[in-house]
């Protein structure tokens, strides 16, 4: 008997749905391992998400594609080899070591040496839904993405009212932005980082540094940029956050070394084990939510206002 195309359906769909039963049962017991295999099983999601994607565009005669209105993710370049990231790694830690203010040696530093830590900080975005949802969307921090004329008029505007009513995020981050003359297309590319997720993730984690700013209050100093990155630190685990906070300090004097020690440290401490996952926070969705709103939802508080903690270096590399 001829088979007719409802019947071919009807047989394509049964042999999916049965090596889909598999992928799951096959995901369950990758599970059961120890995070071993963290990595496997974010590969066979996927696999299977590909799957997801074949099906659903075979149904349909096009495909539509179209840029979010957030932007695209900028592409990352070729892969280079193990030797090549090894003298990479060699000689960017050496010149972030000499000058922490070389923008290009640190995020140079940051990709080849980020792997591990950015695996685990995709697998806890992907354990939180807006950590999802950043990840599906994949927000840009630019000036073509985010309206900062609009932000400087509500600032403008808040100041002007004398109604002692508190900033909303957004006014505090361009307020911080505006105060300091950056630019929110500052933050270098992600040049060594082949796998487009753990791209992402990096371009992430770089654009929310001057949110984080606004958020914290800390100053773009070499004291307040050494108290955000103990913050970073001990929310990633990135390598160069580390090298950061630990070759940062070096530059201090005895003063400002009992200050990070005795007052910007233990506020890090703090807030990594009260706060929630900072990349697991939709900022661009919060901009008109009042700062001690925000604050107190993610639990984050105010860095410690110190005196002195004002200098003229800038060490805003990461």
């Known amino acids: 008997t001829p088979h007719t195309p409802s019947t071919i359906n009807d047989t394509e769909t049964r042999n999916r749905t049965v090596e889909d039963k598999k992928i799951q049962q096959l995901i369950a017991m990758i599970s059961r391992i120890q995070p071993a295999r963290l990595n496997s099983i974010r590969l066979i999601r996927r696999f299977v998400a590909t799957r997801t994607t074949i099906k659903a565009s075979s149904s ?9 209105f957030y ?5 990352a370049s070729t892969s280079p080899s193990f030797l090549q990231r090894l003298a990479l790694a060699t000689h ?9 203010t070389r923008a290009d040696a640190v995020a140079a530093l940051g990709e080849v040496t980020g792997h591990v830590s950015l695996t685990q900080m995709y697998d806890r975005m992907m354990s939180d839904p807006t950590g999802q949802r950043i990840l599906r969307d994949q927000p840009l921090v630019s000036n073509s993405t985010i309206d900062m004329d609009d932000l400087f008029q509500q600032l403008k505007r808040a100041r002007e009212s004398n109604k002692g009513e508190e900033l909303t995020f957004g006014q505090a981050y361009a307020a911080f932005m505006e105060e300091h003359g950056y630019d929110p ?11 487009p997720e753990l791209a992402y993730i990096m371009l992430r984690y770089r654009q929310c540094h001057d949110y984080w700013h606004a958020l914290t209050g800390l100053p773009p100093t070499v004291l307040g940029e050494l108290g955000l990155k103990w913050l970073e630190l001990l929310q990633t685990g990135l390598p160069v956050a580390a090298l950061s906070a630990t070759v940062g300090s070096l530059r201090l004097n005895a003063q400002e070394r009992d200050i990070l020690n005795n007052q910007y440290l233990p506020w890090a401490v703090r807030m990594s084990n009260q706060s929630d996952y900072l990349l697991n926070v939709y900022y661009e969705e919060e901009f008109d ?8 939802r993610i639990g984050i508080e105010a860095a410690p206002a110190v005196e002195n903690d004002i200098e003229t270096a800038n060490t805003d590399t990461v």
């Open 60 to 68: 349909q005669p096009t495909k539509e594609t179209t840029t979010p």
């Open 71 to 75: 932007g695209a993710p900028r592409p």
């Open 92 to 100: 960017s830690a050496t010149t972030a070591f000499a000058d922490p």
């Open 185 to 195: 297309d500052e933050r270098s590319e992600v040049k060594y980082i082949t796998d």
């Open 289 to 296: 939510t009042s700062l001690s709103e925000l604050r107190k």
